[in-house]
Nanobody, 114 residues
């Protein structure tokens, strides 16, 4: 099983980035997928998740700015991040969950400069 996250980088405040997470080794369409982040000195937190049926959920801090989506044909989940703020700076991790099965990607760093 592999969850390969990509798309992180350095961006100025109010800019945009799109993260991708390509999954392999799982039946992607049945998995709930999520994006988490961990800032320096802080605990990992949920950013957004999406069920196998396409229902999404967001942390209050990103509502209206971030959009999670999935493409089951490509086994990929995306996180479109707009109006980025310096406080969004963190390592972003992709997660896949199906019952007791829980997998994590390696993380991609997002740095937002003011």
């Amino acid at each position: 099983v592999q969850l390969q996250a990509s798309g992180g980088g350095l961006v100025q405040a109010e800019g945009s980035l799109r993260l991708s997470c390509a999954a392999s080794g799982i039946t992607f369409r049945v998995f709930a997928m999520g994006w988490y982040r961990q800032a320096p000195g802080k605990q990992r937190e949920l950013v957004a998740d999406i069920t196998s049926g396409g229902s999404s959920n967001y942390a209050d801090s990103v509502k209206g700015r971030f959009t999670i989506s999935r493409d089951n044909a490509k086994n990929t989940v995306y996180l479109q991040m707009n109006s980025l703020k310096p406080e969004d700076t963190a390592v972003y991790y992709c997660n896949g969950n199906f019952g007791r099965l829980d997998f994590w990607g390696q993380g991609t760093l997002v740095t937002v400069s003011s």
